[in-house]
């Protein structure tokens, strides 16, 4: 059976062996269905480099160094990809899965689909991606490009129960289905907690070489979807015990924030629910955001009038800032946003490093923007440097809460109305979640499933 990387590996590419490393790499570019692909799966590029981008002052307007690191060098151009990858190389390891015999469905809302649709596929499983009908036309037709089937549900963002009786459907339909949800399945949680946690203690590290911070992070600010990427957060802070973890979901949809509900349009994240996988025991403080200023952000870069007045007005750099309009996504400026109130609530300085991320990339949202512009009119000078002004430098206190032991215990307690009543767990499964050596046995399990596949290749 078809396999890729082992967590090391997707750390450390340089550890591959070296004719596989090079082969792969020069599949990235020239053959992007190969399976080879797989080895490609990591946070750093071919020279070894961590994807990241350090945001300026003029940008930002706050003294503590916000750093982007990026998804959009991985296969697929969401780093989504590699969740999906250990879900399934979990699986497949424990002789829960196999590609002879069962169809793999998973459930999305989008990049995580995504991802399925490459690693099911191209590690020869039929693949079947349910997500909602109202996402981007892009995801649809990067789905349907990798190979995988698709079913729409109805609705957007945030509703993810329509998806979950979808794939309860499909389930009951088809004795060869095995669902591989990425808001359960702790492999979408380990690979967060590995891979991007320990790649941050590493930029840290780099960052300070180059004169930036103080060797540490400060905070790591992540919205949340699966809730998946979150994780790598609980690393930091086992590294750095005074490690801040920012939570984020959007205003229109306060699911965590007021037990709040409604649809909303920042795309990969607010689905409505607390995910499996969220350990909401470590979370030092969740925001909301406004998914206007995340659009409107996002405007700006997509659009030359807003990209000029970056370079002209604020005087970022130009080949930033189109590095920043292929870069980003709706999501990635909703973590902006999120990182600058996080440096504004902590009071944080130029010693600080706050840690966001750029899950995708503008070519996902082009339908997305040119809607907006027939909508508004064609964006000016004014209007862009409103938007900076209004959506960055201005992003202030509000729609904060605090990671209180009142707050963790109630975000907890939402767990009970999904996993409990509606998707089988038990109420002793939920409680044991409440134990920190319950998320440390399930980090623990890396070095299982490494020693599964390398024990595989060798025999």
Not at 326 to 346: E, P
């Given at each position: 059976?078809?396999?890729?990387?082992?967590f090391e590996?997707?750390?450390?590419?340089?550890?591959i062996?070296?004719?596989?490393?090079?082969?792969?790499l020069?599949?990235?570019?020239?053959?992007?269905?190969?399976?080879?692909?797989?080895?490609?799966?990591?946070?750093?590029?071919?020279?070894?480099?961590?994807?990241?981008?350090?945001?300026?002052?003029?940008?930002?307007?706050?003294?503590?160094?916000?750093?982007?690191?990026?998804g959009?060098?991985?296969?697929?151009?969401?780093?989504?990809?590699?969740?999906?990858?250990?879900?399934?190389?979990?699986?497949?390891?424990?002789?829960?899965?196999?590609?002879?015999?069962?169809?793999?469905?998973?459930?999305?809302?989008g990049?995580?689909g995504?991802?399925?649709?490459?690693?099911?596929c191209?590690?020869?499983?039929?693949?079947?991606?349910?997500?909602?009908?109202?996402?981007?036309?892009?995801?649809?037709?990067?789905?349907?490009?990798?190979?995988?089937r698709?079913?729409?549900?109805?609705?957007?963002?945030?509703?993810?129960?329509?998806?979950?009786?979808?794939?309860?459907?499909?389930?009951g339909?088809?004795?060869?289905?095995?669902?591989?949800?990425q808001?359960?399945?702790?492999?979408?949680?380990?690979f967060?907690y590995?891979?991007?946690?320990?790649?941050?203690v590493?930029?840290?590290?780099?960052?300070?070489a180059?004169?930036?911070g103080?060797?540490?992070?400060?905070?790591?600010?992540?919205?949340?979807?699966?809730?998946?990427?979150?994780?790598?957060g609980?690393?930091?802070k086992?590294?750095?015990g005074d490690?801040?973890?920012?939570g984020?979901?959007?205003?229109?949809?306060?699911?965590?924030?007021?037990?709040?509900?409604?649809?909303?349009?920042i795309?990969g994240?607010?689905?409505k629910?607390?995910?499996?996988?969220?350990?909401?025991?470590?979370?030092?403080?969740?925001?909301?955001?406004?998914?206007?200023d995340?659009?409107?952000?996002?405007?700006?870069l997509?659009?030359?009038?807003?990209?000029?007045?970056?370079?002209?007005?604020?005087?970022?750099?130009?080949?930033?800032v189109?590095?920043?309009?292929?870069?980003?996504?709706?999501?990635?400026i909703?973590?902006?946003?999120?990182?600058?109130?996080?440096?504004?609530?902590?009071?944080?300085g130029?010693?600080?490093?706050?840690?966001?991320?750029?899950?995708?990339?503008?070519?996902?949202?082009?339908?997305?923007?040119?809607?907006?512009?027939?909508?508004?009119?064609?964006?000016?000078e004014?209007?862009?440097t409103?938007?900076?002004?209004?959506?960055?430098?201005?992003?202030?206190?509000?729609?904060?809460?605090?990671?209180?032991?009142?707050?963790?215990?109630r975000?907890?307690?939402?767990?009970?109305?999904?996993?409990?009543?509606?998707?089988?767990k038990s109420?002793?499964?939920?409680?044991?979640q409440?134990?920190?050596?319950?998320?440390?046995?399930?980090?623990?399990?890396?070095?299982e499933?490494?020693?599964r596949l390398?024990?595989?290749r060798?025999?």
């Amino acid at each position: 059976m078809v396999t890729g990387p082992s967590f090391e590996e997707m750390l450390h590419p340089q550890t591959i062996e070296p004719s596989i490393r090079a082969q792969a790499l020069a599949a990235l570019e020239t053959d992007p269905l190969n399976p080879l692909n797989l080895y490609n799966i990591t946070w750093r590029d071919a020279e070894n480099r961590i994807y990241y981008l350090v945001l300026p002052s003029e940008l930002t307007g706050v003294e503590a160094r916000i750093v982007l690191i990026y998804g959009g060098g991985f296969p697929s151009g969401s780093h989504k990809v590699g969740a999906a990858y250990s879900v399934l190389l979990e699986k497949q390891l424990l002789g829960e899965v196999d590609p002879r015999l069962h169809t793999l469905v998973w459930p999305s809302t989008g990049n995580y689909g995504i991802g399925g649709a490459f690693i099911g596929c191209r590690m020869e499983y039929d693949s079947i991606v349910v997500l909602p009908e109202e996402m981007s036309q892009e995801r649809f037709d990067r789905i349907s490009s990798y190979g995988a089937r698709i079913i729409r549900t109805a609705g957007s963002e945030s509703n993810v129960k329509e998806i979950y009786d979808e794939t309860k459907r499909l389930r009951g339909s088809d004795a060869k289905i095995r669902v591989l949800n990425q808001f359960e399945v702790m492999g979408n949680y380990r690979f967060h907690y590995h891979v991007t946690g320990n790649t941050l203690v590493e930029l840290a590290a780099e960052l300070q070489a180059e004169g930036i911070g103080a060797g540490k992070i400060s905070a790591f600010v992540s919205a949340m979807g699966s809730a998946g990427t979150i994780a790598a957060g609980d690393r930091l802070k086992q590294v750095w015990g005074d490690h801040k973890i920012v939570g984020l979901e959007p205003i229109q949809c306060p699911t965590l924030y007021n037990n709040g509900y409604g649809a909303h349009e920042i795309q990969g994240i607010g689905d409505k629910h607390v995910t499996w996988i969220h350990n909401v025991f470590n979370m030092d403080a969740l925001m909301a955001i406004d998914d206007r200023d995340s659009l409107n952000g996002l405007r700006v870069l997509a659009e030359a009038p807003g990209r000029e007045v970056l370079s002209q007005r604020f005087g970022l750099d130009a080949r930033l800032v189109e590095q920043l309009s292929r870069t980003l996504g709706i999501s990635g400026i909703c973590n902006i946003i999120g990182a600058i109130k996080t440096a504004k609530f902590y009071s944080m300085g130029s010693d600080d490093i706050i840690v966001t991320v750029a899950t995708d990339a503008m070519e996902r949202y082009r339908s997305v923007m040119a809607n907006l512009r027939d909508q508004r009119g064609p964006l000016d000078e004014a209007a862009a440097t409103a938007i900076v002004d209004g959506v960055f430098h201005r992003a202030g206190s509000d729609w904060i809460m605090e990671g209180s032991r009142e707050a963790r215990e109630r975000w907890h307690n939402l767990k009970y109305y999904t996993w409990v009543e509606q998707q089988g767990k038990s109420v002793e499964e939920l409680d044991a979640q409440r134990d920190p050596a319950w998320w440390v046995a399930h980090q623990e399990q890396v070095a299982e499933i490494d020693r599964r596949l390398l024990a595989q290749r060798a025999g």
